[in-house]
């Protein structure tokens, strides 16, 4: 079987887009706004090298709030592609995952509850059947309280990243005494942590 991390895209990848209010992100919808975090390259090459199957789930609701096309989120995944690629020839990801739905959307065949909606693990699960990755060994790294909860259910081990919503989430990760293994300042940090693991076994 293989070993997975499972990354969160925006915030964790992906630069977060400020949001109107004070403490608040917007959504990722123009293709000019797509930026790497600083390091993000060099972290997934570096897993890569570790053995880890790179697999990013991503909550993608913006499609169901009628704000972004299947088209468009495709130019934005492909924008990061190419960025990764600049960065870092060896970063390079196995599949991405998305759950276009919120129940509170406008597009109607998007606006239902889901099962592959992060905290839920439909994506994982998909994931898990595509590439026959184990559980117990992978990793989920993400920047919100739903990227923890969702490595929780699935019985992976938790990073949570300080970039994008990371900082306001660890306090409320930390109330809800959810399982976290590592906090990490970024995505370069994480997979050091989980370089020092390794070498530790």
Known sequence: MNKALFLDRDGTILKEIPGNEPETLGYLVRVEDVELIDGSAAAIAAARKLGYKIIIITNQSAVARGWLSLEELDNINNRMYSLLDSSDPNAKIDA????????????????????????DIGMILDAKRDFDIDLNGSYMIGDAISDMKCGENAGLSNILVETGYGKMAKRKCLDEKLKIDFIASNLKEAVEFIQKNEQNR
């Open 96 to 119: 991405l995952y998305f759950s276009p739905y919120h129940k509170e959307g406008t597009i109607e065949e998007y606006s239902i509850d889901h099962a592959s909606r992060k905290p």
